[in-house]
């Protein structure tokens, strides 16, 4: 184990029951311990809920939105108007979360998104077709989702056992990479069938079943005696600690530069009209975007050839390095089946990252900054790729989609390999 910044089991964490070895196809089957957990299996069944139904308003809020300007630009600029507080409220959340008892603040924020969908409902049953209306509930929504995230996540080490965090991770993530899959995929049947209000209606519905699952978690008021006010002063002291502890900077940095370099969803349209056009653009647009969270849904239900790994480090390390090497296929990719694969491998190699990622933000961050981290990593996740719509599309119209994804690959690649010969701290992690 690291010695200069290891990993510990908080004092209130589950403890691991003995387990036989897995043997035969189970060794490479989701690793699924946590769900013996009553308190995680309650959490994840929330986490659930809100999977599918945040992609329903998700979907919902931007065709409401073209259907009353039929504007492509207001639909833009309603993504800004959600972001913009997603982030603010994701760094003070992470912030509160570290001062509060998490599960009181998991119900406050959770029902705060439940009344919000309700709203949204309310505005589209009686017609009242008001952009201004649905953006500001947007970023409320926004708001609430910035608050909840960090409290959620943070909360996992405090009811599974260390070992057990990449396991956990891979639960939760293939729940939402599902949810990325199957939400938008619900909301295009049901539309046409049911309408844009009870697409909301069935999103607050179920997010009543999220707010029962958390109030049945158990109190996880914060480990350090000292009272703490959550403030400029805290956000801060979280930003202070990552430079501090080279691992934690290396984790985020990692993200950064696969999302940022190597997230080509910018140029997927451009590629489905000009590449892979004879295959139908439609269907090779759709294609495109279902690629990548595909391959994530696979790596998560085959995560037990690596959850139980210790060499937390490394795994982030390759994870990295071989989502460069797809993307870096999928742009030189001609034939959209090919491509497809590469999107898929990326998928995957994603799903190892995020899982290892998260198992690090976890462990070797101690409880009381455990928040803070979270909110952190909660910002650069949605940041990440809008800084690579900008910096893609830019470099599409310069040199070409095929070229400009291909580049992203191999710089994805070069930069990363150059982290972790310059840092040993991430390569000597483990747990």
């Known amino acids: 184990m690291d010695t200069s910044e290891s990993s510990t089991t908080e004092p209130d964490a589950a403890t691991d ?19 013996g957990i009553p308190a995680y299996q309650r959490l994840w069944t929330s986490t659930i809920i809100t999977a599918v139904g945040s992609q329903l308003t998700a ?6 939105i073209y259907d009353v300007t039929h504007s492509s630009a207001w639909v833009g600029y309603a993504s800004l108007a959600g972001l913009v507080p997603m982030v603010a409220f994701a760094l003070w959340g992470g912030a509160v979360a570290d001062t509060v008892d998490r599960r009181k603040l998991l119900l406050v924020t959770n029902t705060g998104i439940a009344v919000t969908s309700l709203l949204f409902w309310a505005q589209a049953v009686t017609g009242m077709d008001s952009v201004a209306v649905l953006m500001v509930l947007l970023a409320c929504q926004q708001a609430f989702f910035g608050l909840n995230a960090p409290a959620r996540n943070a909360s996992i080490a405090r009811l599974v056992p260390a070992e057990q965090l990449p396991a956990a991770n891979a639960l939760g993530s293939t729940v939402m990479q599902t949810g990325l899959v199957a939400g938008p995929l619900l909301a295009g049947v049901l539309i046409p069938v049911i ?5 909301y209606l069935i999103d607050a519905v179920a997010l009543c079943v999220t707010v029962w699952a958390v109030f049945r ?18 956000i801060a002291a979280g930003f202070r600690y990552i430079s501090r502890h080279k691992v934690l900077l290396l984790s985020f940095l990692a993200d950064t530069v696969a999302m940022v370099l190597g997230m080509p969803r910018a140029l997927f349209p451009q590629l489905a009209a000009q590449t892979y056009h004879s295959y ?3 269907l090779a647009l759709g294609v495109l975007f279902a690629g990548i969270p595909v391959g994530a849904v696979l790596g998560g239900l085959f995560s037990g050839v690596f959850s139980r790994a210790r060499r937390h480090g490394w795994m982030v390390i390759g994870a990295v390095v071989g989502w460069g090497v797809a993307i870096a296929g999928f742009g030189l990719s001609r034939d959209l089946w090919v491509a497809l694969a590469f999107l898929a491998a990326a998928g ?4 190892v990252s995020m899982v290892f990622r998260g198992a690090i933000l976890l462990s070797a961050a101690t409880d009381e900054m455990r928040g803070r981290m979270q909110g952190v990593f909660t910002v650069v996740v949605a940041g990440g790729p809008r800084l690579a719509d900008v910096l893609h599309g830019t470099a599409g119209s310069a040199f070409g989609p095929r070229a400009a994804v291909a580049g992203g690959g191999a710089l994805v690649v070069v930069v990363m390999l150059a982290l ?8 000597r992690y483990r747990i």
């Open 195 to 199: 309408g844009l209000p009870e697409l």
């Open 420 to 427: 972790a010969a310059a840092v040993p701290a991430l390569r």
């Open 17 to 35: 029951a003995a387990a036989p070895p897995r043997r035969g196809w189970r060794r490479w089957a989701m690793d699924i311990r946590p769900l």
């Open 280 to 282: 139908g653009e439609g």
């Open 59 to 64: 979907v919902a809020v931007p065709k409401q």
């Open 348 to 351: 995957v190699a994603d799903m």
């Open 217 to 234: 978690l158990p109190a996880l008021p914060p480990l350090g005696a000292a009272a703490r006010r959550a403030g400029v002063r805290e």
